[in-house]
């Protein structure tokens, strides 16, 4: 998908436009426009909606939603889903820390007590961390 920088490339945006005419989802949100212009409509379009009815409903409105979604969800997949789905994650977040990920993460945690996280004992004493290493940005 392309982002706005490209979006506003006026040799991009005809490539995007011809892409969007073929089917292709080319805006976050777009999907179902059969043009850019008509993508970057519903795009703007859904956050709008989405932001009112974040009004409407609240933090607790919210809760009760992913409640139900998280319970739905349940019910599909039942118990052998479930584990499939945490194995999966599991391996997948293995291969994104590697060795020295777990290494800075575990040196972090075994810092840590009841009053204190490992991370401002970390930084009391001096001990270096380097969290990127196992924290996972999304793009």
Request: a negative charge; proline letters at 3%; zero cysteines.
């Amino acid at each position: 998908m392309a982002s706005e920088q490209e979006r506003r490339d006026p040799q991009k945006r005809e490539d995007l436009d011809e892409k969007a005419k073929q089917g292709e989802t080319v805006v976050p949100g777009g999907t179902g426009g059969h043009s850019l212009k008509a993508q970057e409509h519903l795009a703007e379009g859904r956050h709008r909606g989405g932001e009112i009815r974040k009004e409407q409903l609240g933090h607790e409105g919210y809760q009760e939603i992913g409640h139900r979604g998280g319970e739905t969800r349940k019910e599909q997949l039942g118990h052998e889903g479930y584990r499939q789905m945490g194995k999966e994650g599991g391996e997948t977040r293995k291969e994104q820390l590697g060795h020295e990920g777990y290494h800075e993460m575990g040196k972090k945690g075994g810092l840590s007590t009841k009053d204190k996280s490992g991370g401002e004992r970390a930084a009391e004493e001096g001990i270096p961390i380097d969290e990127s290493k196992f924290k996972t940005t999304t793009p």
